[in-house]
Each structure stands twice: as structure tokens, then as C-alpha cells.
């Protein structure tokens, strides 16, 4: 059971993985979660998240704002009754109450637009989110297992990624697929981004990879591709769902860069392309909302992902965690 | 050397006069339980007295406490041993007394005075004129204990400049003489961490330990990174050093083949609590408390007739759950009803303290709380 | 030394693949790259451009993929990249990009390297001072502040600042209507007009080295030699510049290099709102106007430049770290 131990356990093994990214994006230092023991298979961990999420506000809170934008994702004629793209209306009207953020330059209503915007966004987030990380577990699992050649190989690749600056290429990548769809746009961004959560995989997986039990697998004669999958895969459960996070994150604020810039899909709205119409259309003066506001609906869904990542990062090392009513105690000590 | 195998202890009390005489004589049954502790030299006062020390950690599911009301003296170059299970509290009572806790964990009361002066609730200026001078702290891995981006010198030389020694020769002369004493070739000043083997910088942190001839040295696990002949060797350096520059040492570890051949005085810890007390050979001759009985039997002398190995069954407690009675009842051999109920005190039998009811009759007036 | 040696063998393939990439991505897409800027700007181009393009790509002399190739990578050896199509047709690439370099190395470099250092050092007294308002409010804030995009803060300070309280400029790099040279008018005016568009990458970009250097400190902290160092009575800033910041930082030097790759595409978003006219400004226009050799020429310019910043990082790394020097 839980035995209380020396006041030592700092974070695991600290911050071996990968430091210096946003934190957001590159949450999970090898340590943090691994100090627990390393994982538990599947259903449990799944189920261990959720308790952890509830109970910390900022997981909570992060939860929250997500299932907002799942649900506006989801049901966008529920909440907003105008055809976004429809350009009847009257141009650059203020906010009023038949039109809660007003128009755009070209007669649409805004906050459809707004709520429209949404499902693309959404769709490239857990798109990209769920591309990338398999792939980056792939690759982390595959490199970690097999070692030595293949291992160096996977590493060279992936580092090489990882260094290339990631928005010029897509820039440049982009100019090439003027103006492809959501689907192409989820490709691009995946097939360039897959190697930031890699290398934390591949760091975790290497770490488990000579944990006990698995040496009792292989023992066992087991063959390697079983215990990949049955073994090491559902330990990595709460790194993967922190990647997935991770890769959501990034592919919404890439995608929207993309988009601002005029290299998205011109057929579908969303925040990254409001925003490019809105500085095409020179809104400034005439229409500030329609900058303000995708650009917080950005804000948002992306700190729903961050935090719910940054509070993984606390749950896992607990040391990071806010310090509170020590006071108490120092008083106590210095009273004597 | 000192320490022949199977003798019951290396006692170096035959040494200079600055060591403890043996301890035992008879107590009063007042406070403190002095029958534990052994007659003070002629200096007059233990090096170090702990009275009550309580640490708590504060989390966000409760408060528990880590080390409950714990108290023993320690004479002037007198060898103490703590033991105890994972958990038990041992490292952290360590940390305590060093005054080198850190959030959550906090001293919650009591005092630890060295040399009379407490140090319970000094800020760490004031701690700084004490620290290292008179007290130092060995680690248990010295890999993690030190810094790994500075040399071993420069290592050095921060501890002797923050206590006001600037000369360079100085420093240089003081650094290899203490390496010199636990056998590494001063050319390894200028080594980092990484480049030295496991038994040398362990080696090296004693030797840090060493720099002023500080009056108590706690040493918290020091050998259980190192094989056993490393072990060894490290345990009879520490032993030669105290019978030369007579120091005192508190030494925490779960290994009881070493307090065995190794102390003088033993305390047993369980559940944060002082378990037992006293005199080493007499714990392993008639342990007490039916805990220190379980160890003993769980490290069988490797001379003596063989028997089946026994551990104690079931496992440490949560200390998070508090309990009604006595924090061993669920695991002892020899439990009663009254030890589920009430928690038992440390009862006197010819110098050692218990904390077992077992043994209440026997002490006159009973211990205290 | 096989460490810097590693690192150096890293930084020749990585360009190398940047290289290929460049050489490869016009060649892949549908069509006819070449016609395509000859359809797009009949007559607009100069004949010399056209005929560089077409000969780079291999019409004229009717070469195959392979000697391209191999004449592309000769002609980046001799640093010639061509003749710029559009932008100021008829003048070489080098040209164009060495005139926009110092704004963009003047603009990023600097903001860059003040938003580390004052991060870093925000994010070591943050963790040395736990408990209050800056440990439990600032890292939600700060986590905010690194996912906001670069282009929009950059939109909204330009709202707020630019057009609603006429405060500061955000248009091109200095007043057009002035003359460029080392007068203190000039450079106040440069720097004028560089206030905002170095605030948005600052804001953005120092949330990252505040909560990873925190989170790193943190951990050193409760390291086993941090405690020792307060066991030895060692003054309290000794041990946290000396014991603990020495140790935090270098991960976060690691983090920094790869960060860049990051950074820069910021800055191509930050030059792009204020038309500020550095790297990242021109290598959009060259994107938009299908001037390969002016695209392709930044982007391995770009590349480079991180990859120097990375090797830079790594030499430092080397230097503080004993450990990645000598084997134990």
C-alpha cells in the first residue's frame, strides 16, 4: 500500500524528454508520468485520467471549454439560425440582436460564421491529433524496440523533422496544393508534425521496454509483435492521450496560420480564414470584432487543449504543483 | 582492523577518551529516558538531544505524520544506528534533525538541540554558522548528492569559502588531506562526479563530510549503492575515522548486518515512531519489542545454527490511516487485546526503551507518553 | 569532441535534406512549373530569368532529374541562386535576401534572445519563490499566453495600439518617406517601428521559457545535491545560481534550439501582419508570386540559420555540461 516515503520522489527522472517546447506542446517530461511506476494498462489508466482531470480545476476547466466546442462542433443550425456564407445581409453592420457580432464585408452574418467555423477546426485538431500520434507512436515504439539500427535510422529521421522550419515548409507545401481541402490540409500537417511527440514515445517506451513483466513475456515466447501491441502499447496509454493533446494543439494553430495566410481552403469557413478576410478587408476601423473574436475562439480551444495538458504535467509531478498552507506548518516550527 | 566477523560489536568504546563509556546505567523513571542514553563525558552534555520531534506532511488529501514524537540522545563520538522498514520514517527523521526538509514535509514540534542549542525553527543564516562546522550530512547516493556540472575541488572549495576560509592553499591543502584520509589520490580534485567510480564518490562525500571535523556526521543509507565488499570497506573507513578525530554518527539504514558489527547503539523505528531503544548487543541478544525481534530474525548470523528463514508477515502500514491501537498490532506474534485499542508508550527494561505493552509491568511508574 | 563532431555530421544531413526537399517540391507538383510562371507573367518576367528558370529546370537542356540535381546542388555551393522572377525581376536572389536579412536578424535575434534570458530568469525566481499569487495563478496564465497565435496578438495590438490610439506605427520597417542611413532620426524611427511587431513575439514567445524553466527548476530543486548544498550552509543564491540554475538551464538550452523551428515560423507570420520587410515578409511574397528561385533560396537560408542556432547551442551545452564531454 501507499507507504509514505522519504521526502525525496522529485518528478521522476526531471526533465529528460523534451524541454523547451512550449509546454503546452511538449508536456509530458519522461519523468513525470513514469515517476508513477510507468503506467497501467489501458481501461484503468483511462479511467485514473478522467479522476485526475476532475479533480484538478485546471484539467477540469480545459475539459469543459473542449465539450463546448464539441458540442457547437456538432450542432452548429442549433445555435446559429443564418447560413454562414450566405451574403445577404447588409455589410459591416455593428453588433445588434438580430446579428450578435455583427457582418462581415461581404454581408455575412458573423456569428455563424463563428459557429460554423468550428466543425473544420475541430476536424483538423483530432484529425491531425489522432494521424500524428499514431504515427509518432509507431515510430517511438518501433525505434525503442528494435534498437540499434533501425533505432538510429528513426532517430536521424526524426530529428531531422523535428529541426526543419515546420511553417515554411508548410507555407511552401501549401502554395503547391492551392487552396486543397480540410483532408489534404490534415495530411500536410500531420505527415510534417508527427516527429515532436515521437521522441517522447519513443523515450517512455524505451524506459518501459525492460520492465520486468516484459521480460517474463518474452520468456514466455512471446513473439515481438505481440508483446508491442498487448504489452507496451496500453502502459503508454496516458503519454499517448498527452500526445494526442499535443498534436490537436499544434495542427489548430498551424492550420489557422495556414489559413490566414490564404493557403486554406477558400470553400470553408473557419476562424484562420475569417481572419484572413477580415485583414484583406482591412477591419480595423470598420469592424473590430471580426478580428477579435476567431481569434479568441482560437485562444480558447487551444487553451482547452494546453491546459488539459499542462495539468497532466502537475498530476504526474506533483512537486509542480501549487504550494499552499505551508505556512501553517512554518509557523508552527518557527513558534519554538 | 576492528571488526572481527561474529563478534557481536566493533566497538571502538575501548578508544580514545573522548567516546561514550558503555551505556546502561540504571534510570530513573522520569523524563527524558535517560537509561537509553549513555552517561555524557566530561564535556557534559550529549552532542545532540531530541526531544518530541514530530514532522508532518501536509498534502492535499490530509496531514500525515511522518516521525511521531521521537526522542534520544547521542553522546560525543557514540556510533547510533537507525533501522526500520521502507517508510518507516527514518530518512525523514534524518532530514529533520539536519533541518533540511522541504514543503510538503515540516517539523510540526519538538526540538533537536546540538549542543544545547536548539535548532528547531532557525532560519538558515543562522543554521549556516552550525551547518558543516559541527554537522555534516552524508547522503545515500552520491551520484544524485552531488552537483554533476562542478568539479570535486570546486565542490570543496564552495563548502570552506561559505565558512570564511578564503586562502587558496588553504582550500587546496584541506581538500587533498581529506581525500588523502578515505584513501582517493587528490589528482581526482578536479574530476566531475560522473567520472569517478560508485565506491569513490561515496568515498568523497565522507571525505566532504570530514572537511571541518564536524562533531556528528548523519549518514542516511550510505552503502546501499555500493556492493558488498565496497560496503565494507567504506563502513571500516568511517570506523577508523571516528576513533581518530572522535566524532558521533547517526547511521540510517535497513541493513542490520551492519548496525550489528557496527554501532554501539541501536533505535528501531516503525510507523514514524521510536519502536525500540538501547544498547545494540543487548537488542540482538533479547530484543524487546516483538518488531526488533522479527528483524533479528529476519538477518540470521551466518555462524550460528541455521534456521529457516522467517520475515515478518503483512506489510507497513498507511500512516495516512490513523489507528486506534499500537501501529504493529496487525503484524505481531504476540499481539493482545489492549494493543488494538490504545496505543503503548516506551517502557524501561535495563536501559532499552520499548514501545510495547508487553513490557509495561516491568517499568516502574511506565513511560511516557 | 565526438560530441561536437556528431552534432556537426547531424547538421550536414539535415541540410542536405532541406536542400533536397527544396530541389524535389517544385519538381513534384501537377504541372509544369516553369510554364506556369511564363504563363502567369507574359512578359512581366525578364528573358534573362526566364531563361535561368528553364534552364534550371532542365527544359532547355533537356536535362534528366539526376544532373539537375547535381548542378542544383553546385550552383548552391557557389551560393548563386538565380535571378529573382518577380520581385525586382532581373536582380540575383543574394541580392534581395541580403538587403532583408538585418531586419529580420534585428527583429527576431534580439526579441528572441531577451524573451530567453528574461524568462528564464522570471521562470528561476518563480520556482525559487514557492507558495502566493505567482505560483498558483501565473502558469494557467502563462499557458494561455503560449498558445495565442502569432498573427493574431500581432492584429490586435495593431488594433489597440496602431489604429485605435495612434500610438505607434505598424507599417513596413521604417517611414518610406525617409532616407535610410546611421542618422539617430533613421534608427529612432526603426525602432519606432519595430516596438510592436518585437512586443507580439515577445508576448508569445516568453510564456514558454517562464513555465519551462519553473517546471525545470522545480524538479533540480528537489535534487538530492540541492539539498546537500543547503546541508552545507551555503548562501542561498549560491545554490540557486551555482547548484540548481546551472542544472535547470540545460535542458531548456536543448528546448531552446529546438524551439526555433517555431519561432521562426512566427516570425514569417509577425512580418507578414505588419509588413515588416525581412526574411519571413519576402519569402511569403516569393510563395505568392511562384518565384522559385527567391523561395527556395529562403528557405534553405532559413534552415540554415537554425540549424546554426542549434549548433550554437549545442557547443554551449558542451561547455557547461561536463558530462556530454568526457565518458565517465
Not at chain 1, 143 to 152: I, S
Request: net charge positive; with cysteine; charged share 15%.
Amino acid at each position: 500500500m501507499a507507504m509514505l516515503q522519504a521526502p525525496e520522489e522529485p518528478g521522476g527522472a526531471g526533465v529528460t524528454g523534451e524541454p523547451g517546447l512550449p509546454p503546452a506542446i511538449a508536456p509530458i517530461t519522461a519523468g513525470g508520468l513514469l515517476a508513477s511506476g510507468g503506467g497501467i494498462s489501458g481501461a484503468r489508466s483511462l479511467r485514473r485520467m478522467a479522476r485526475a482531470i476532475t479533480s484538478n480545476r485546471k484539467a477540469s476547466a480545459g475539459a469543459l471549454l473542449l465539450l463546448l466546442f464539441i458540442v457547437i462542433a456538432a450542432i452548429p443550425g442549433v445555435i446559429a439560425h443564418d447560413n454562414p456564407n450566405a451574403e445577404v445581409y447588409p455589410k459591416l453592420l455593428g453588433p445588434s440582436s438580430s446579428h450578435w457580432l455583427g457582418t462581415t464585408a461581404l454581408g455575412q452574418d458573423m456569428f455563424s460564421q463563428v459557429i460554423y467555423g468550428t466543425r473544420p477546426v475541430l476536424l483538423i485538431a483530432f484529425g491531425v491529433g489522432l494521424g500524428a500520434t499514431i504515427i509518432a507512436m509507431l515510430v517511438g515504439v518501433a525505434a525503442a524496440y528494435l534498437g540499434g539500427v533501425y533505432d538510429g535510422v528513426l532517430n536521424v529521421i526524426t530529428d531531422v523533422l523535428l529541426v526543419i522550419p515546420l511553417l515554411p515548409l508548410l507555407i511552401i507545401i501549401g502554395s503547391y496544393l492551392k487552396g486543397a481541402g480540410t483532408a489534404v490540409m490534415i495530411i500536410v500537417i500531420t505527415a510534417t508534425g508527427w516527429s515532436y511527440t515521437a521522441r517522447q514515445l519513443r523515450a517512455q517506451a524505451l524506459s518501459l521496454r525492460s520492465r520486468d513483466y516484459l521480460e517474463a513475456a518474452r520468456v514466455r515466447g512471446e513473439r515481438r509483435l505481440y508483446i508491442i501491441v498487448v504489452e507496451i502499447i496500453p502502459t503508454m496509454t496516458s503519454l499517448l492521450v498527452a500526445s494526442f493533446l499535443t498534436n490537436a494543439l499544434y495542427a489548430v494553430l498551424f492550420s489557422s496560420s495556414l489559413q490566414f495566410l490564404g493557403l486554406g481552403d477558400p470553400n470553408v469557413t473557419s476562424w484562420g480564414t475569417m481572419l484572413y478576410w477580415a485583414e484583406q478587408a482591412e477591419a480595423f476601423q470598420v469592424a473590430p470584432l471580426w478580428i477579435i473574436v476567431p481569434g479568441l475562439c482560437i485562444v480558447a480551444l487551444g487553451a482547452a487543449f494546453a491546459l488539459i495538458n499542462y495539468a497532466f504535467d502537475e498530476i504526474g509531478n506533483p512537486a509542480l504543483r501549487p504550494v499552499r498552507s505551508m505556512r501553517r506548518s512554518a509557523r508552527v516550527q518557527r513558534s519554538r | 582492523m576492528s571488526s572481527v566477523p561474529g563478534s557481536e560489536s566493533a566497538g571502538p568504546a575501548e578508544g580514545s577518551g573522548r567516546l561514550a563509556s558503555r551505556a546502561g546505567s540504571p534510570a530513573a523513571a522520569s523524563f527524558p529516558p535517560a537509561g537509553a542514553a549513555p552517561v555524557p563525558d566530561a564535556a557534559g552534555q550529549p552532542v545532540l538531544a531530541v526531544r518530541d520531534l514530530t514532522v508532518e506532511y501536509v498534502m492535499e488529501r490530509g496531514t500525515v505524520t511522518a516521525v511521531d514524537h521521537v526522542s534520544f540522545d547521542l553522546g560525543p563520538g557514540e556510533f547510533l544506528g537507525v533501522v526500520g522498514e521502507s517508510g518507516c520514517g527514518k530518512s525523514t527523521l534524518l532530514f529533520a534533525i539536519a533541518q533540511l526538509l522541504a514543503p510538503p514535509a515540516g517539523i510540526a514540534g519538538g526540538s533537536v538541540a546540538f549542543r544545547g542549542t536548539n535548532m528547531v525553527g532557525l532560519t538558515d543564516k543562522e543554521l549556516a554558522a552550525i551547518r558543516w562546522k559541527d554537522l555534516s550530512v552524508v547522503m545515500q547516493s552520491a551520484m544524485n548528492a552531488l552537483n554533476p556540472v562542478k568539479s570535486i575541488g570546486a565542490q570543496f572549495s564552495d563548502v570552506m569559502r561559505a565558512h570564511g576560509v578564503r586562502s587558496k592553499q588553504e582550500i587546496a591543502a584541506r581538500s587533498a588531506e581529506v581525500l588523502r584520509m578515505v584513501g582517493i589520490d587528490p589528482v581526482h580534485l578536479g574530476s566531475y562526479p560522473h567520472q569517478l567510480s560508485g565506491g569513490m564518490r561515496q568515498r568523497s562525500m565522507i571525505a566532504m563530510a570530514m572537511l571541518f571535523t564536524p562533531d556528528l556526521i548523519i549518514m542516511d543509507e550510505p552503502t546501499s549503492a555500493l556492493d558488498v565488499v565496497a560496503q565494507r570497506s567504506l563502513m571500516v573507513q568511517v570506523k577508523e575515522l571516528q576513533q581518530q578525530f572522535g566524532f558521533a554518527v547517526i547511521f540510517v539504514t535497513h541493513d542490520m548486518s551492519l548496525v550489528r558489527h557496527f554501532s554501539e547503539r541501536l533505535l528501531v523505528m516503525y510507523a514514524g515512531q521510536v519502536a525500540e531503544v538501547g544498547e545494540t548487543r543487548r537488542m540482538f541478544a533479547s530484543p524487546l519489542h516483538p518488531y526488533t525481534a522479527g528483524l533479528m530474525e529476519a538477518f540470521p548470523s551466518i555462524r550460528g545454527p541455521r534456521v529457516p528463514l522467517t520475515g515478518i508477515p503483512g506489510s507497513p502500514p498507511d500512516l495516512a490511516q490513523p489507528q486506534a491501537g499500537c501501529w504493529f498490532a496487525p503484524r505481531c506474534t504476540r499481539v493482545m487485546p489492549r494493543c488494538r485499542t490504545s496505543q503503548p508508550d516506551l517502557y524501561q527494561v535495563d536501559g532499552t526503551l520499548a514501545r510495547c505493552f508487553l513490557h509495561q509491568e516491568e517499568a516502574p511508574g511506565g513511560g511516557r507518553p | 569532441m565526438r560530441y561536437v563532431l556528431r552534432r556537426l555530421g547531424f547538421f550536414v544531413l539535415t541540410l542536405w535534406v532541406a536542400l533536397t526537399l527544396n530541389f524535389l517540391l517544385p519538381r513534384m507538383m501537377p504541372g509544369n512549373p516553369a510554364l506556369a510562371v511564363i504563363g502567369t507573367y507574359k512578359g512581366g518576367v525578364s528573358p534573362q530569368a526566364l531563361k535561368a528558370l528553364e534552364a534550371q529546370f532542365g527544359f532547355t537542356t533537356h536535362q534528366g532529374l539526376i544532373s539537375q540535381y547535381v548542378s542544383y546542388l553546385g550552383n548552391v555551393a557557389r551560393l548563386n541562386f538565380g535571378i529573382s522572377l518577380t520581385t525586382q525581376p532581373g536582380t540575383s536572389v543574394a541580392h534581395i535576401v541580403l538587403d532583408a536579412i538585418p531586419w529580420t536578424l534585428g527583429l527576431v535575434g534580439i526579441t528572441t534572445i531577451l524573451a530567453f534570458i528574461l524568462g528564464t530568469l522570471i521562470g528561476i525566481i518563480g520556482a525559487w519563490r514557492r507558495g502566493g499569487l505567482f505560483d498558483s495563478i501565473m502558469p494557467p496564465i502563462l499557458v494561455i499566453m503560449t498558445v495565442i497565435p502569432f498573427f493574431w496578438l500581432g492584429l490586435i495590438l495593431i488594433l489597440v495600439f496602431g489604429v485605435k490610439l495612434k500610438l505607434l506605427p505598424y507599417f513596413f520597417t521604417y517611414t518610406y518617406t525617409l532616407t535610410p542611413g546611421f542618422t539617430p532620426a533613421f534608427i529612432g524611427n526603426v525602432l519606432e517601428h519595430a516596438i510592436l511587431p518585437a512586443f507580439t513575439l515577445l508576448i508569445t514567445t516568453i510564456g514558454t521559457w517562464i513555465l519551462t524553466m519553473r517546471n525545470t527548476m522545480i524538479t533540480t530543486l528537489a535534487e538530492d545535491y540541492v539539498r546537500m548544498a543547503r546541508a552545507k550552509g551555503l548562501p542561498g543564491w549560491r545554490i540557486m545560481l551555482d547548484y540548481a540554475a546551472r542544472n535547470a538551464i540545460l535542458p531548456n538550452l536543448t528546448g531552446f534550439a529546438m524551439s526555433l523551428g517555431f519561432i521562426v515560423g512566427g516570425a514569417v507570420l509577425i512580418e507578414e501582419v505588419f509588413n515588416y520587410q525581412g526574411v519571413g515578409w519576402l519569402l511569403l511574397q516569393a510563395v505568392f508570386n511562384d518565384d522559385y528561385p527567391l523561395e527556395q533560396a529562403l528557405f534553405l537560408l532559413i534552415t540554415v540559420a537554425v540549424l546554426v542556432a542549434i549548433l550554437i547551442s549545442d557547443l554551449l551545452t558542451a561547455i557547461l555540461d561536463p558530462r556530454t564531454r568526457g565518458a565517465s
